[in-house]
């Protein structure tokens, strides 16, 4: 007899967490070279909200009800648009340069979807 072995997803996995985690640690190393009013400012506010992107993916992954996950995966969406809103003035007060702006960006916008997704398999994999 061939015991089945059910595989259960891990946080890790996670498409959406995976891009939010590697570009939280990004936007950290690039805000981390600033003078010090800029990382004081603009700095903390933008890792905090690129920070509250996978930090919101794992709480909702770790809660137990659907309602419940959904909610912190919707928190999620919102610090995006913060996190572009931050990106945004960044450029525009020539703290990040054009390369460092656009990687950023190509990043945030893949989130959207990706969350979307998970809040899509969330409703149709769990009943409560």
């Given at each position: 007899m061939v015991m089945e072995h059910k595989r259960f997803l891990k946080?890790?996995?996670v498409e959406s967490y995976k891009i939010a985690?590697?570009?939280s640690n990004y936007v950290w190393h690039v805000i981390?070279?600033?003078?010090?009013f800029a990382r004081g400012t603009l700095g903390a506010q933008f890792v905090r909200s690129v920070d509250s992107i996978s930090a919101?993916?794992?709480e909702g992954f770790g809660r137990f009800g659907k309602k419940d996950?959904?909610?912190?995966y919707r928190i999620?969406?919102?610090s995006v648009t913060e996190s572009l809103d931050w990106n945004q003035?960044?450029?525009?007060?020539?703290?990040?340069n054009q390369e460092a702006y656009e990687h950023i960006?190509?990043?945030l916008m893949k989130l959207p979807k990706a969350i979307n997704t998970q809040i899509k398999t969330t409703n149709e994999k769990l009943t409560t």
């Open positions: 946080l890790r996995d985690f590697h570009l981390i070279r600033w003078d010090r919101n993916l794992a996950k959904i909610r912190f999620a969406l919102g003035k960044s450029k525009v007060r020539k703290l990040i960006f190509s990043e």
